[in-house]
């Protein structure tokens, strides 16, 4: 028995990977059909816009008014020029840092509520479910959905409410603004972004399928951890105890594996940022100082320039971090929509029938009941009254 419950679980478990992966393909839209349950928290998500907004204008100005201390208040020794537009460059920061805290902090309670609400709703919906769904899903998914997949989803919220908002502001920003100080040497930034986006999309592209893998292999462990806890006791009286700590350590060893591999494909990804960042910073100071040397440009427009420059890049960097997350939490939200989209058979009705005056009795009337995708009925025609008091037992082919 034990041997047939393992090949089922095992062969369940395929299964439902399977039907996971292909769910992950096609379900673009599972991410977004949670985001409906984030409706009461939609002023705070519009402040979080509007500060992240302000933050963002204020991390933009901040070289300009840099260069223009090195232009007009160091090169010209105008001290009180320096100490007050420096003054100036104090409160912007501040109004920045006010803004960067104001909007982590509604990011944060919005994505934390929006996981409580959607953890409440699978809570529920889930106490609705009879055996046959629960089959269906399995026990050790559930948790794994309910826990871990609402929390990545929580996760990737709070990423996209501060770094999904900022990079693109970030990197529009600094285009801009970096055009403004030199049109010509922004030819250095159509060189560098090119290839930083494309090593970018070669990481993520090796990593993201790796991340869906994960999920998979979480469900698995809890699965096996779930049935060694539950059946502890008939384990020991099989001493069956080493042949559960191999399939524990095998889950195990997949998960980590799994999760190894992706980490070091991810911990790729800084170093190849910064050595194509650090390039284009030599680049920008050589051909930078040859415009200074020409009198096109001036030091405090290099400095600007090269500020720009690193936010235009680090802006980049968040968004293909998001692109590493998403895909992650798409996986996740596919698996939580699927059992939120799951409607039970058993429905209770919403206007019970009366009973009559005598209470405790149940009586079946040519009752004929099949097991879900089972060839014959495992009764027919049954008919029987339990009155209160009576032992009734029904013996059925095992019995």
């Not at 478990?13 to 399977?18: E, F, G, I, L, P």
């Not at 990079?167 to 285009?175: D, E, F, K, Y």
Request: net charge neutral; hydrophobic share 50%.
């Amino acid at each position: 028995d034990g041997a047939v419950n393992e090949g089922v679980s095992f062969s369940r478990a395929k299964t439902q990977t399977k039907r996971n992966d292909i769910r992950q393909r096609v379900g673009v839209g599972d991410l977004l059909k949670l985001f409906h349950y984030m409706k009461p928290y939609r002023t705070a998500v519009i402040f979080v816009l509007l500060f992240t907004f302000f933050q963002c204008l204020s991390d933009l100005y901040l070289p300009t008014l840099m260069a223009d201390i090195v232009d007009y208040g160091i090169v010209e020794g105008d001290v009180p020029y320096i100490w007050r537009v420096g003054g100036f460059m104090l409160l912007v920061a501040a109004g920045g840092m006010v803004c960067s805290i104001a909007a982590s902090y509604l990011a944060s309670k919005s994505a934390t509520g929006f996981g409580k609400i959607v953890r409440g709703r699978v809570f529920s919906h889930v106490e609705n479910f009879t055996l046959q769904e629960f089959d269906k899903i399995g026990t050790a998914s559930l948790i794994t959905r309910t826990t871990n997949d609402i929390t990545q989803v929580q996760q990737v919220t709070i990423m996209i409410l501060r770094m999904m908002a900022i990079a693109p502001m970030m990197c529009i920003g600094g285009i801009v603004m970096a055009v403004s100080r030199d049109p010509g040497l922004t030819t250095v930034l159509l060189i560098v972004l090119p290839i930083l986006a494309l090593a970018i999309f070669l990481i993520a592209k090796k990593g993201i399928p790796l991340f869906k893998a994960i999920q998979v292999k979480i469900d698995t462990l809890s699965r096996v951890l779930r049935e060694n806890l539950t059946g502890i006791r008939v384990i020991r009286s099989f001493n069956r105890m080493n042949h559960e700590t191999v399939r524990f350590n095998d889950a195990n060893e997949d998960l980590t594996a799994t999760s190894i591999k992706v980490n070091k494909i991810m911990g790729a990804m800084m170093p190849v940022m910064m050595l194509v960042m650090n390039f284009a910073t030599l680049a920008i100071v050589w051909f930078g100082a040859h415009r200074i040397e020409g009198g096109h440009m001036k030091v405090g427009d290099l400095m600007a320039f090269l500020q720009y420059a690193m936010m235009i890049m680090f802006s980049l960097i968040m968004l293909s971090v998001m692109f590493v997350m998403i895909p992650r939490a798409q996986a996740s939200a596919v698996r939580i929509n699927e059992v939120l989209n799951m409607m039970p058979e058993i429905h209770d009705p919403k206007q019970p029938g009366e009973t009559g005056v005598e209470h405790g009795s149940i009586e079946f009337q040519d009752v004929t009941f099949y097991y879900p995708g089972a060839e014959e009925p495992a009764i027919s025609d049954i008919s029987f009254r339990a009155g209160p008091g009576e032992i009734t037992a029904i013996i059925g082919g095992t019995g």
